[in-house]
């Protein structure tokens, strides 16, 4: 009878870990997402550089004019603990803040917090 649970137990674990791959599949290069405003005025989920990263590259540390700017899923990247990491290059070309031109993001809890909303 342990046999039959056991077995059980694995046949339920395989089918829930088949579910989660086949989520994780519809993110593809080329979607196009719009940067919302995050819920305290920081971006968890979307790694902006550091305001004294981007003055050394000549850029304006400018937060404010983020929230609007359309963006580019350019690579898409699964992580060993599950997640999905993206990077994202501006729609229109232009440089993030004037001096990068690709950040990352964690793409389901960003999507989740309203940092990016789909397009």
Not at 45 to 60: E, L, M, Q, S
């Given at each position: 009878m342990v046999k039959y649970v056991i077995a059980l137990l694995f046949s339920v674990s395989t089918l829930q870990?088949?579910?989660?791959?086949?989520?994780?599949?519809?993110?593809?290069?080329?979607?196009?997402?719009?940067i919302g405003n995050p819920e305290n005025n920081k971006y968890k989920?979307?790694?902006?550089?550091?305001?004294?990263?981007?003055?050394?590259?000549?850029?304006?540390a400018n937060f404010n004019a983020i929230p609007g700017n359309l963006v580019e899923i350019t690579a898409v990247k699964e992580k060993a603990d599950g997640t999905t990491e993206v990077k994202l290059k501006r729609k229109d070309g232009k440089r993030f803040f004037g001096s990068h031109k690709v950040i990352e993001a964690d793409i389901y809890a960003a999507v989740n917090s309203g940092e990016l909303q789909a397009k």
């Open positions: 870990a088949q579910s989660t791959v086949d989520q994780q599949s519809t993110i593809e290069i080329g979607d196009t997402y719009k989920h979307i790694n902006f550089p550091r305001a004294n990263f981007i003055i050394k590259r000549g850029g304006i």
